[in-house]
């Protein structure tokens, strides 16, 4: 599935996609393999971490999501910093 039609399917899914929908998704953006740390768009990287591209960015707001890279006014975001995330989250629920 290209990033087209994975951000076609997300503008098409209703404001909460069923999980199914989510989980093909999140898999399609984590399979994209055209580098080795490719840079995702807001609507991708909210779509890994399965919130809504508002939370998404309240996330980068209060520091849980660092700043994206900016190339002109485009913002985007390596994959692995998405990724390490969900791991530190992960992390800090084990040390709890």
């Known amino acids: 599935m290209t990033t087209t039609e ?3 399917n997300l503008r098409n899914s209703s404001a909460i ?3 199914a929908n989510m ?3 999140k898999q399609s953006i984590i399979d994209r393999t055209a580098s080795p740390d490719p840079l995702l768009k807001d609507r991708e990287a909210a779509a890994l971490l399965e919130v809504s591209l508002p939370t998404f960015w309240r996330r980068v707001k209060d520091g849980t999501v660092r700043k994206p890279i ?3 006014s ?3 975001w390596p994959r692995s910093e998405i990724l390490e995330v969900i ?3 992960k992390a800090a629920r084990d040390v709890a």
């Open 23 to 25: 989980e093909k998704a």
């Open 74 to 76: 485009m913002s985007r």
């Open 87 to 89: 791991e530190k989250a």
């Open 17 to 19: 996609a069923p999980a």
């Open 6 to 8: 994975i951000l076609e």
């Open 70 to 72: 900016k190339i002109g």
